[in-house]
């Protein structure tokens, strides 16, 4: 028992080592998290239901979990390749295809949410009416530009 629960709290720690590598290394990774951050901040302003919100749920998921494995495919190709090679040059653009198609899809779901359920207009205007939580959202501006193209390693 003590042996089985050592070797899930290891698997966790694997995973967060893996989370944390691509978090420093992976520009793309840091914009799906910013992505997420406003997606989380404009959502809790607009007042979104909690149906709506286990939506986006899925959706943060789905696209960071690509974005996470799409990495690790990225990696065991530049392992294997010591230049060009077709076949690499198909895996990645298929892993990069993946991304992709999880990407456009929560963005069509976002648009459903914040645009056709008018949660987008319900967070402005309660932004509009508390205008100095409306300019802390504004700083946040230049430090996500920050995160995602210089912090970790700068691509
Ligand atoms: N060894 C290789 N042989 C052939 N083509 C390659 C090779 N390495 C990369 N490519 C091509 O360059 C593209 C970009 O590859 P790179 O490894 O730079 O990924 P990336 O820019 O980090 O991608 P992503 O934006 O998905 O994280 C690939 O999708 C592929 O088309």
Not at 9 to 22: N, P, Q, T, V
Not at 73 to 90: F, H, P, T, W
Not at 98 to 108: D, E, N, Q, S, Y
Not at 128 to 139: F, I
Request: contains cysteine; hydrophobic residues 55%.
């Amino acid at each position: 028992m003590k042996k089985n629960i050592r070797k899930l709290s290891e698997s966790f720690l694997h995973a967060f080592r893996g989370l944390r590598l691509c978090i420093h290394d992976e520009r793309n990774f840091r914009v799906h998290m910013t992505a997420a951050f406003y997606v989380i901040l404009f959502g809790v302003f607009g007042g979104v239901s909690m149906t709506e919100a286990a939506i986006l749920c899925i959706c943060f998921g789905l696209t960071m979990g690509a974005e996470l494995l799409n990495t690790a495919i990225e990696r065991l190709c530049d392992k294997q390749a010591s230049g060009y090679d077709g076949m690499v040059r198909n895996a990645k653009d298929i892993a990069a295809a993946g991304v992709f198609v999880c990407a456009a899809a929560c963005v069509a779901v976002g648009a459903c949410i914040f645009i056709g359920n008018g949660v987008l207009a319900a967070a402005i205007k309660f932004l509009w009416y508390r205008l100095w939580l409306g300019m802390a959202v504004v700083v946040t501006v230049p430090i996500a530009v920050w995160f995602v193209f210089h912090f970790g390693r700068i691509q």
